[in-house]
């Protein structure tokens, strides 16, 4: 539906198939590089818990590792792996099947002049839907990495949380998480598509005769120029739902 994707082949999937492939590749995607970086997350959850006791980046490497051992830094690690494969897959399927259903709503002629609108609709709505299922354990991933001793894993934590706080303890975050996530997803894909259409535009050899390597290649220099807006665009929202889900006590700056 948008001149940055390749033409399907004829024995390329269609309709649920296709669907599922991208709920697949999001889920896959969104689940190894989110718990790859599961050390520098950590390190800047305690910098937005405990502001002036650590430095900067660096300097909450080494304090955390100083004081908890160098195992601290994969704190939240299964919560991390097992939302962002949850939210991967429904942001990615969903993106896509609304962006196909709106932009079905309208003429080729209207959908193309309108088409940053729908890729903003697209996101926001897929979003919505994909944080309902990030949000439990994101509320799970802050409480271990604010509190190490809470609970000793992914299932210890959260079965803690529904005990104490009951469901609601759960989605605490969900305001936050909505106001980070949402627009986080839709400057990221809204500038992943521009940018790839401006970058294939510029080209002279059509995106159909272009090489799997060549197409790659444009994904991922788009992919990264908008992850990069991306996560500027969501910084100041990030803060706030960490300080949202977790426990008031860790706000504190040891003396």
């Given at each position: 539906?948008?001149?940055?994707?390749?033409?399907?082949?004829?024995?390329?999937?269609?309709?649920?198939?296709?669907?599922?492939?991208?709920?697949?590749?999001?889920?896959?995607?969104?689940?190894?590089?989110?718990?790859?970086?599961?050390?520098?997350?950590?390190?800047?959850?305690?910098?937005?818990?405990?502001?002036?006791?650590?430095?900067?980046m660096v300097d909450g490497f080494?304090?955390?590792?100083?004081?908890?051992?160098?195992?601290?830094?994969?704190?939240?690690?299964?919560?991390?792996?097992?939302?962002?494969?949850?939210?991967?897959?429904?942001?990615?399927?969903?993106?896509?099947?609304?962006k196909a259903s709106f932009w079905?709503?309208?003429?080729?002629?209207?959908?193309?002049?309108?088409?940053?609108?729908?890729?903003?609709?697209?996101?926001?709505?897929?979003?919505?839907?994909?944080?309902?299922?990030?949000?439990?354990?994101?509320?799970?991933?802050?409480?271990?990495?604010?509190?190490?001793?809470?609970?000793?894993?992914?299932?210890?934590?959260?079965?803690?949380?529904?005990?104490?706080?009951?469901?609601?303890?759960?989605?605490?975050?969900?305001?936050?998480?909505?106001?980070?996530?949402?627009?986080?997803?839709?400057?990221?894909?809204?500038?992943?598509?521009?940018?790839?259409?401006?970058?294939?535009?510029?080209?002279?050899?059509?995106?159909?005769?272009?090489?799997?390597?060549?197409?790659?290649?444009?994904?991922?220099?788009?992919?990264?120029?908008?992850?990069?807006?991306?996560?500027?665009?969501?910084?100041?929202?990030?803060?706030?739902?960490?300080?949202?889900?977790?426990?008031?006590?860790?706000?504190?700056?040891?003396?």
């Amino acid at each position: 539906t948008s001149s940055s994707s390749p033409s399907l082949t004829a024995d390329a999937p269609k309709g649920v198939g296709l669907y599922l492939r991208y709920a697949l590749g999001g889920a896959m995607c969104c689940s190894i590089t989110h718990a790859a970086v599961v050390p520098i997350d950590v390190v800047k959850t305690r910098i937005q818990l405990r502001p002036g006791y650590y430095a900067g980046m660096v300097d909450g490497f080494k304090k955390i590792v100083a004081e908890e051992g160098a195992g601290a830094l994969l704190l939240g690690l299964g919560p991390t792996a097992v939302g962002y494969a949850f939210q991967g897959a429904l942001k990615f399927g969903f993106y896509e099947l609304f962006k196909a259903s709106f932009w079905g709503l309208f003429s080729e002629e209207t959908a193309q002049r309108n088409r940053t609108l729908i890729y903003l609709g697209s996101s926001a709505c897929a979003e919505f839907l994909a944080d309902v299922a990030l949000c439990p354990l994101e509320a799970t991933r802050i409480r271990l990495v604010s509190q190490p001793d809470y609970a000793s894993g992914l299932v210890g934590a959260a079965t803690r949380m529904l005990k104490e706080e009951g469901l609601i303890g759960f989605y605490k975050g969900f305001g936050p998480i909505l106001f980070k996530q949402v627009p986080y997803t839709m400057a990221k894909f809204a500038v992943f598509e521009r940018f790839s259409q401006f970058v294939y535009s510029s080209m002279s050899t059509p995106i159909s005769e272009l090489s799997s390597g060549a197409q790659l290649t444009v994904s991922l220099g788009s992919g990264i120029v908008a992850g990069a807006v991306a996560a500027i665009v969501s910084q100041p929202a990030d803060t706030l739902l960490s300080r949202s889900t977790r426990p008031r006590a860790t706000l504190a700056s040891p003396s």
